[in-house]
């Protein structure tokens, strides 16, 4: 189900991608259609610490991990400084938790993995260096869908349990971040562009909400928090070549 729906939006950006394309050979500033991975770097790297919950005896620590993000994405010449840039990317997560019950001496770790959709619209303005080097700054929003909550459950022997849900409440599977990247690109006439750079995203509220609970037959402690999905990361871009009518490559950027 969920490929199926990742298979749609794309259909629908290389849609938006063509109309674009129309737009951009009736005026001076071209189009660009690409494909974007990037590597996620865990939250303790831009200082936001793992995040413990805690209910007497028990308490839960969750931490993130590296992971990694992929997808299409479509830019539009504006004027011959600013460009706007969208498209719509998959993003996989991974979670460390570990559990501890001080009063039993039971403690235990899982992980846990959060998949998320988002379309990202930002402002994008190049600076030239030369006719192959440019540098670019984008800052906008980015719309997420998160389609599900996760769960896992940890046996520590006996009739001991920890479990533990991401939840994503059903008025909260859509949410907004905001999103600036910093890069630079090298440009060829017949290969495309390749670019590299990072990002910074900061979410405008919680990625899920962490429900942690220890059982014993009857006997149970929950604790609750709420995960931020604050990252940073390293962006890696590949624009296809830009061909104009009657096959000729148009070389030139926003910037002449």
């Given at each position: 189900?969920?490929?199926?729906?990742?298979?749609i939006?794309?259909?629908?950006?290389?849609?938006?991608n063509?109309?674009?394309?129309?737009?951009g050979?009736?005026?001076?500033y071209?189009?660009?259609?690409?494909?974007?991975?990037?590597?996620?770097?865990?939250?303790?790297?831009?200082?936001?610490?793992?995040?413990?919950i805690?209910?007497?005896?028990?308490?839960?620590?969750?931490?993130?991990k590296?992971?990694?993000?992929?997808?299409?994405?479509?830019?539009?010449?504006?004027?011959?400084?600013?460009?706007?840039?969208?498209?719509?990317?998959?993003?996989?997560?991974?979670?460390?938790?570990?559990?501890?019950?001080?009063d039993s001496?039971?403690?235990?770790?899982?992980?846990?993995?959060?998949?998320?959709?988002?379309?990202?619209?930002?402002?994008?303005?190049y600076?030239?260096?030369?006719?192959?080097?440019y540098?670019?700054?984008?800052?906008?929003?980015?719309?997420?869908?998160?389609?599900?909550?996760?769960g896992?459950?940890?046996?520590?022997?006996?009739?001991?349990?920890?479990?533990?849900?991401?939840?994503?409440?059903?008025?909260?599977?859509?949410?907004?971040?905001?999103?600036?990247?910093?890069?630079?690109?090298?440009?060829?006439?017949?290969?495309?562009?390749?670019?590299?750079?990072?990002?910074?995203?900061?979410?405008?509220?919680?990625?899920?909400?962490?429900?942690?609970?220890?059982?014993?037959?009857?006997?149970?402690?929950?604790a609750?928090?709420?995960?931020?999905?604050?990252?940073?990361?390293?962006d890696?871009?590949?624009?296809l070549?830009?061909?104009?009518?009657?096959?000729?490559?148009?070389?030139?950027?926003p910037i002449?």
């Amino acid at each position: 189900m969920i490929f199926k729906i990742y298979q749609i939006l794309i259909f629908c950006l290389f849609c938006s991608n063509i109309c674009f394309s129309q737009l951009g050979n009736q005026g001076k500033y071209p189009n660009y259609f690409g494909f974007q991975v990037r590597t996620i770097f865990p939250t303790q790297f831009i200082g936001e610490k793992a995040l413990t919950i805690s209910n007497e005896s028990f308490s839960t620590t969750i931490t993130q991990k590296m992971g990694y993000s992929f997808g299409a994405t479509v830019r539009a010449g504006l004027t011959e400084l600013i460009a706007f840039e969208t498209g719509i990317n998959f993003t996989q997560r991974y979670f460390s938790l570990d559990m501890v019950h001080e009063d039993s001496s039971l403690v235990g770790t899982n992980e846990f993995g959060f998949i998320q959709y988002d379309i990202p619209i930002n402002a994008l303005i190049y600076i030239k260096f030369t006719d192959e080097f440019y540098m670019n700054a984008s800052f906008g929003l980015a719309l997420g869908y998160k389609p599900s909550s996760i769960g896992s459950i940890t046996n520590v022997g006996g009739v001991h349990q920890f479990f533990n849900i991401g939840l994503v409440d059903i008025n909260k599977k859509i949410g907004l971040d905001l999103n600036a990247n910093l890069g630079f690109e090298y440009r060829t006439k017949k290969a495309g562009i390749y670019y590299i750079g990072g990002s910074a995203r900061l979410p405008l509220g919680p990625l899920f909400g962490l429900i942690s609970e220890y059982r014993n037959a009857n006997y149970r402690l929950t604790a609750f928090g709420e995960v931020e999905g604050t990252y940073l990361s390293l962006d890696f871009k590949y624009f296809l070549p830009n061909f104009g009518g009657g096959g000729r490559y148009k070389p030139h950027g926003p910037i002449e």
